[in-house]
């Protein structure tokens, strides 16, 4: 005789499972976000660029991951985890690519799920996914000016723009029309180039030395 109660439990853990894999998925972009963000504000502070990139960031999203995995596993006693298996360049040079394994084990059931996700670096960001609000606060900014001018003078922010002051014309120094670039400015937060074919995927590259 088969035993309804067991099998309609099974079939609840297996959902549950199933959402909860479901959910940790959907907070990946959103991790990832908040990680690239906070390497690129560090960027911006001292000035120094990223060895190691990819392992850095991976480790970085696979920790806030885990803390994650950790809430879950205290508010509903599901055992949760998500390794994080690459941080790599996209095809696209305004998106990474984070490919990651979810496992849930929810008593016998275990729910096992690989995922590849491309995740641009482009605009504002939920802050969280119980939310679609989103505000510049999340944009992610382009630390390259602040890493190649550091040694040649001031750059400051203003009005979501990047200030060279002289900084730029100096760093140029030698290269034909370089005074031009006295007192220029480009946007703080990273664009894509209003023409086509876009060659400079320098800001991309940033993360992945």
């Known amino acids: ?5 067991k099998s309609v439990d099974t079939i609840i853990k297996s959902d549950n499972s199933f959402y909860i894999s479901g959910d940790v998925e959907r907070n990946i972009p959103i991790i990832t976000r908040q990680v ?3 390497t690129v504000d560090n960027a911006i502070t001292n000035g ?7 392992i ?3 480790n970085a999203i696979e920790q806030k991951m885990k803390d994650l995995s950790t809430n879950y596993q205290n508010n509903s006693g599901v ?20 490919n990651s394994t979810i496992l849930v084990m929810n008593d016998n059931i275990t729910y096992n799920h690989i995922v590849n996700q491309n995740i641009s ?25 602040f890493i190649k001018c550091k040694k040649f003078g001031c750059v400051s922010i203003k009005n979501a723009r990047i200030n060279y002051g ?12 370089s005074e031009i670039y006295e007192n220029a ?13 876009y060659f400079l995927s320098y800001q991309i590259k940033f993360f992945f030395k």
């Open 56 to 58: 850095l960031i991976k």
């Open 48 to 54: 120094n660029s990223l060895p190691n990139s990819r």
């Open 185 to 197: 400015s480009l946007p703080y937060y990273i664009k894509k180039c209003p023409y086509d074919p």
């Open 36 to 38: 690239l963000k906070e």
């Open 79 to 98: 055992n949760v985890r998500c390794i994080i298996n690459s941080v790599d360049s996209a095809s696209d040079p305004f998106e990474i690519e984070v």
């Open 121 to 145: 670096i482009l605009g504002t960001y939920p802050q969280n996914k119980f939310s679609m609000n989103s505000n510049s606060s999340t944009e992610i900014s382009d630390p390259l000016s």
């Open 166 to 177: 002289s900084s730029l014309k100096k760093y140029l120094k030698g290269v034909n029309g």
């Open 1 to 5: 005789m088969v035993n309804l109660d």
